[in-house]
């Protein structure tokens, strides 16, 4: 994409911190065909629950934007590659998704 950026605010709150990141790109061509511009949120926020251990709860995807991340192709427009197969794939992106984490620090 010409026009590819992202955003991220973190922001410590009574002990939790609070983030969201913004990304944002424009059309592109990928496995030779034109994507569509996309912008995704993704959200969190993370608070120490005991010394050296922290949880933090995520949402990727928070507005469950469907948009195509990346494509392939496995030949060229002669064919040299591929096995004599030419096709084009385009992936969508992974739909709304929670995580929890915890990790240890020592």
Same mark, same amino acid.
């Given at each position: 994409?010409?026009? &590819? ?11 939790? !911190?609070?983030? #969201? =990141? ?11 065909? !034109?994507?569509?511009? @996309? ?7 993370? =608070? ?5 251990? *922290?949880?933090?709860?995520?949402? !990727?995807?928070?507005?469950? !934007?469907? @948009? ?6 496995? #030949?060229? %427009?002669?064919?040299? @590659?591929? &096995?004599?197969? *030419?096709? %084009? ?8 998704? &929670?995580?929890? *984490? #915890?990790?240890?620090?020592?």
């Amino acid at each position: 994409a010409q026009r &590819y950026g992202a955003i991220e605010v973190v922001q410590p709150c009574g002990g939790s !911190e609070f983030s #969201a =990141r913004i990304l944002a790109s424009g059309n592109r061509i990928d496995a030779g065909q !034109e994507l569509p511009a @996309y912008n995704v949120v993704n959200l969190g926020v993370s =608070r120490m629950i005991r010394p050296g251990w *922290t949880a933090r709860l995520r949402v !990727e995807n928070a507005f469950n !934007e469907e @948009y195509f991340e990346r494509g392939w192709a496995n #030949a060229d %427009t002669r064919n040299r @590659y591929g &096995y004599g197969i *030419t096709n %084009t794939f385009v992936w969508p992106a992974k739909p709304r998704s &929670y995580g929890l *984490t #915890a990790r240890m620090s020592f």
